[in-house]
């Protein structure tokens, strides 16, 4: 999304405020948490509503490595998770995770209400997102990447070819990426990353387009018989994705975010999920 669209929504933020304690969003009994006794941060709304009272409630798709996904012990863990985490802990709240959802319920979900306060999944902030949801400010810098099998020598021209069967996550910019730029192509899309990329293995598909860091990830853990042949330079950037009733807790969020960004947390995270600050 352009700079220009943050801007303009974040300038009609207080308007909407006025409005985000008119109800409770969704069946339970949503927590009122008053901002200024859980944290000493300053939020540009008094309050926010919680799904369950002093817990930050995730929602995410669980295949997403180093993003988020489930270890060998079958806990959730990742980039995002971590983050999560520093963010529940500066506003004095506990984090919780939904089990696995796909990844084009997350936005319907939180648009919502009522079972996930936020969905930190690697997300890319886009326009047509924050028409349904709100998007903290950005905190990861991601590109897109083709992968096919190593010393395939294919890449955006060879596949756009009626026959190639390109795979893709099902609504990741990924998938937009590909409905836009290989037109000739046939588009696979799957609910889940690691299946499109065994079917490259096998030989069932050619291609998956799909985030960079990820494709990076897992080509090292796991496929060593595939290669990142194209780096698509999208200038995506990933946010939180917040209900749109629930202006307080955006605020919340972007204030936490901030502190973390100040005193080091971020960089900590990043070293030990990339190896660098520099991502
Ligand atoms: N960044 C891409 C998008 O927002 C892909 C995100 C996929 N995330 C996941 N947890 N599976 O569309």
Redesign the pocket.
């Known amino acids: 999304m352009t700079s220009m669209t943050r801007r303009n929504f974040f300038a009609t933020l207080g308007a909407a405020g006025a409005l985000a304690l008119a109800g409770c969003n969704g069946s339970g009994e949503p927590a009122q948490t008053t901002g200024d006794q859980t944290t000493d941060q300053t939020t540009d709304e008094a309050s926010y509503t919680l799904v369950k009272e002093g817990v930050l409630t995730n929602v995410?798709?669980?295949?997403?490595a180093p993003?988020?996904y489930i270890d060998e012990d079958g806990n959730t863990v990742g980039f995002?998770v971590d983050l999560s985490n520093a963010l529940a802990e500066k506003l004095g709240l506990t984090c919780e995770w939904l089990p696995n959802q796909a990844?084009d319920t997350?936005v319907p979900t939180i648009q919502q209400g009522g079972k996930a306060d936020i969905s930190i999944?690697?997300?890319?902030?886009?326009d047509e997102?924050l028409e349904q949801v709100d998007f903290s400010d950005p905190y990861l810098n991601?590109n897109?990447g083709i992968v096919a099998a190593a010393g395939s020598d294919l890449n955006s021209e060879s596949l756009n070819a009626e026959g190639m069967q390109v795979a893709c996550?099902t609504?990741?910019?990924?998938?937009?990426w590909i409905s836009e730029n290989l037109p000739n192509a046939t588009k696979v899309p799957l609910a889940d990353?690691t299946a499109a990329l065994m079917g490259i293995s096998t030989g069932l598909y050619n291609a998956m387009v799909?985030?960079l860091p990820?494709a990076q990830n897992m080509i090292a853990e796991s496929f060593s018989d595939l290669e990142v042949v194209e780096e698509i330079p999208t200038g995506?950037q990933?946010g939180i994705a917040v209900s749109k009733d629930n202006p307080g807790l955006l605020a919340a969020i972007n204030d936490a975010l901030a502190a973390i960004e100040e005193d080091g947390t971020m960089d900590e995270i990043k070293q030990k999920w990339f190896g660098t600050t520099e991502i």
């Open positions: 995410a798709e669980l295949g997403f993003f988020e995002d990844f997350l999944a690697g997300m890319t902030i886009s997102r991601s897109q996550q609504g990741t910019t990924g998938d937009e990353v799909i985030d990820v995506e990933y």
